[in-house]
Nanobody, 121 residues
């Protein structure tokens, strides 16, 4: 059973916007927080943002603060990553993840399949 399904990736020009969506299973929503990681060509996989289901606390990587916003809609079993003012260095495969505690790779328990985001002129 697929527990995390991403959508919304694509090609956008620098300065543009995209919104990624992640539909999560009940098992994940009841037990884990949701986050987004990304991996760019030639770079290590990194945490982008996470949101706590219990109190709504949010984490953002320094590189995306002020540009990206993570949110969740429990009624739709969906988490979102709104990405504004996109830069070429944001180009990466983006993964929706279920995290246990911290927004770190060690705490990722489930991975989505990933969606490609390409920022290019």
């Amino acid at each position: 059973q697929e527990q995390l399904v991403e959508s919304g990736g694509g090609l956008v020009q620098p300065g543009g916007s995209l919104r990624l969506s992640c539909v999560a299973s009940r098992e994940i929503l009841d037990n884990y927080d949701i986050g987004w990681f990304r991996q760019a060509p030639g770079k290590e996989r990194e945490a982008v943002s996470c949101i706590s289901g219990s109190d709504g606390r949010r984490y953002y990587a320094d590189s995306v603060k002020g540009r990206f916003t993570i949110s969740g809609d429990n009624a739709k079993n969906t988490a979102y990553l709104q990405m504004n003012s996109l830069k070429p260095e944001d180009t990466a495969i983006y993964f929706c993840v279920a995290v246990w505690d911290y927004c770190s790779e060690e705490d990722v328990k489930y991975w989505g399949q990933g969606v490609q985001v390409t920022v290019s002129s």
